[in-house]
């Protein structure tokens, strides 16, 4: 299972790059609006801190064809492994087809229905970001979504790899794994919750305090 950060926040890769095994960066227009700086100079810096093989996913923000299909190929070109997203409109479709016949790296986005994941996978996508909180945020169950898509492209054998996106709780990453999914896309403040568990620290402060009363010592001294 690939674990993607969403973020264009170059402090949070760096942490999460020490901390855990991070596959990739996504964003899109309004993660990078977040950063409050030139969107060129973030990129630079995410490219910087992120190793050769970790993928990266930057969004077109043109709508039109011509336009998606001339940025599509600049993001591609900034760095190896460095993905094209483009929303799965149908100018999005139209310019997703046209990059994965030129050989270059395509994600969808914006994927809110089964049908748009296995139309984009039809032409030839490398990855699939459905958006799952939102989803779940109209009254769609997004977790029902997300598992008919991953199950279809499986059942027709497509390469195309699911990266479920727009997470808000841990309890969404755990029902996207129990349904297969191969990718996902988690900001940091949920990787946060996946990762705390406030039993845990108990336990810890426990076996810390038992320690220090037994051998007056902080650490195991050999
Ligand atoms: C990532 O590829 C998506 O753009 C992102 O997960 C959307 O997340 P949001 O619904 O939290 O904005």
Request: glycine fraction near 4%.
């Given at each position: 299972m690939e674990l993607i950060l969403d973020t264009a926040n170059v402090e949070a890769i760096k942490y999460y790059q020490q901390v855990l095994t991070i596959d990739?960066?996504?964003?899109?227009?309004?993660?990078?609006?977040?950063?409050?700086?030139?969107?060129?100079?973030?990129?630079?810096?995410?490219?910087?801190v992120l190793?050769?093989?970790?993928?990266l996913h930057i969004?077109?923000?043109?709508?039109?064809?011509e336009g998606i299909v001339k940025e599509g190929k600049v993001i591609n070109q900034?760095?190896?492994?460095?993905?094209?997203?483009?929303?799965?409109?149908?100018e999005g479709f139209q310019a997703m087809k046209q990059l994965k016949q030129e050989g270059?790296?395509?994600t969808a986005t914006a994927c809110y229905s089964a049908n748009q994941g296995v139309l984009a996978a039809k032409c030839g996508v490398d990855y699939i970001a459905p958006y799952l909180n939102r989803l779940d945020n109209i009254g769609v169950d997004g977790v029902a979504i997300i598992a008919d898509l991953v199950a279809i492209l499986d059942y027709y054998g497509y390469p195309t790899k699911v990266v479920a996106a727009s997470f808000k709780n841990a309890q969404q990453a755990?029902?996207?794994?129990?349904?297969?999914?191969?990718a996902m896309t988690i900001a940091p403040e949920v990787v946060d919750k996946m990762m705390e568990q406030s039993m845990t620290d108990d336990a810890v402060r426990a076996f810390s305090s038992d320690w220090k009363k037994a051998f007056n010592e902080e650490g195991f001294n050999w």
């Open positions: 990739g960066v996504t964003t899109n227009p309004t993660i990078l609006t977040k950063e409050n700086r030139d969107y060129r100079e973030v990129i630079q810096e995410i490219i910087s190793h050769e093989d970790q993928s969004q077109v923000v043109s709508t039109d064809v900034l760095r190896k492994n460095t993905y094209a997203k483009i929303p799965c409109t149908k270059y790296l395509v755990l029902e996207m794994m129990k349904a297969g999914c191969p």
